[in-house]
């Protein structure tokens, strides 16, 4: 995994925005409807090709393929594992409910198509994964997509999710209890993971569980049940990454990628330091938002391990406004000056811009206009930080 020298890297959490064509046969194919199939690849390589050289022109350093061929970032394995099937009863995050007004206004928005991720197939049979042909293509695809770029990427990532959020996201109808589903996604995801980095690339593991959870699944339940889902899961996640070394590999933690008030997330105080147990080389976490972006301070508190690095969110998914650069240096020099050393820190997103296809909540424009911005800012800050 590549660390700052001299010039801060930027890097994104992964989705990016789809072609509306795009989206409408993966919403299909998410519903189990038939799609053309090589319609869809076509489409596919298109729009990978389009979000790489977007991403290139708007100077992200660290970048991927914006997940373009994925439904949404966690329910695409339903497509590479057994034993999914039916329709998953996801509970609404509490911080929506308990503002009725907030829920009507943002009605609209849900009724459009998208791939519904509180509606998630769910498991009925054992999980095992297939064959590794779906992310053979994917990677291939990806890496030919790259080698005719003009210029590269300093360093390419691939996202994959994290045991946790699948076994939470997606219901257990099969399994004795928890732990011995999610151990199973484990031993599942465990093809992917090391497949994915066999190819060069850097994983991005995804775990909104982490976070996302307490106001979701664990809402009515105390903060402690909630600590010890989380070094579950965490658990199951080392031994999915079993193999792998720590530094090919960084961990998305967010509290949901979607517009509401969050005055019900759990505090990054109160769940540090226990992503600190996870085997990995990167924290990839939410800084830039009005909800968590005092909370840089956490790491003068429970600094991470040396060998870990910082990806900090300097640029918020959920909004159309476009950070000043400003703005974005100032957030990565709040964030170094935590941490204590520069050369441990990196500009990120808080999260994707479409984690699920037909989701997204700024407009394709302002998505590289931001990217943009975070280059600009990066720059700002590495200047007054290394000179």
């Not at 993966?26 to 729009?47: C, F, N, P």
């Not at 609404?92 to 459009?112: E, T």
């Not at 870990?308 to 650069?325: A, C, F, R």
Request: aromatic share 8%; hydrophobic share 40%.
């Amino acid at each position: 995994m590549l660390r700052t020298e001299n010039r801060i890297l930027t890097t994104h959490a992964g989705s990016l925005p789809r072609r509306e064509s795009l989206t409408a046969m993966l919403v299909k194919s998410s519903r189990g409807e038939a799609v053309d199939r090589a319609a869809m690849l076509r489409e596919i390589e298109e729009s990978t090709r389009y979000v790489v050289h977007k991403q290139l022109e708007a100077g992200v350093g660290v970048g991927n393929n914006g997940e373009q061929s994925r439904e949404s970032f966690f329910t695409y394995v339903q497509h590479r594992m057994t034993g999914f099937g039916g329709r998953s009863e996801r509970p609404i995050m509490r911080d929506i409910v308990r503002y009725p007004s907030f829920r009507k206004l943002m009605a609209p928005m849900f009724q459009r198509s998208m791939v519904d991720l509180l509606h998630a197939p769910k498991a009925i049979g054992e999980v095992q994964y297939r064959d590794r042909a779906a992310v053979d293509l994917e990677c291939a695809d990806t890496l030919r997509i790259l080698d005719d770029q003009q210029t590269k990427f300093a360093e390419p990532f691939m996202t994959a999710p994290s045991p946790g959020i699948i076994a939470s996201a997606m219901l257990n109808e099969y399994y004795e209890n928890y732990e011995k589903y999610v151990i199973a996604v484990a031993k599942a995801l465990h093809t992917e993971y090391e497949y994915i980095v066999s190819h060069g690339f850097l994983l991005q593991v995804d775990c909104p569980d982490l976070a996302m959870e307490r106001h979701t699944s664990y809402a009515d339940r105390p903060l402690t049940e909630f600590l010890d889902y989380v070094e579950l899961n965490i658990a199951a996640m080392n031994r999915a990454l079993h193999g792998i070394a720590p530094d090919r590999v960084r961990m998305h933690v967010c509290w949901g990628n979607y517009e509401a008030p969050h005055d019900l997330d759990v505090p990054l105080a109160q769940i540090l330091p226990l992503p600190y147990q996870a085997n990995v080389g990167a924290l990839v976490l939410e800084a830039a938002n009005p909800r968590h972006q005092h909370e840089y301070r956490c790491f003068k508190e429970f600094p991470p391990p040396d060998h870990m690095s910082l990806v900090t969110g300097v640029i918020d998914t959920k909004t159309n406004y476009v950070e000043h650069h400003e703005v974005v240096a100032d957030r990565l020099e709040r964030a170094a000056n935590a941490i204590g050393d520069p050369r441990r820190v990196m500009a990120g997103t808080d999260c994707g811009f479409e984690t699920s296809a037909g989701l997204g909540e700024v407009a394709e424009e302002i998505v590289w206009a931001k990217l943009r911005a975070m280059r600009a800012g990066a720059d700002l800050a590495s200047h007054r930080l290394f000179h």
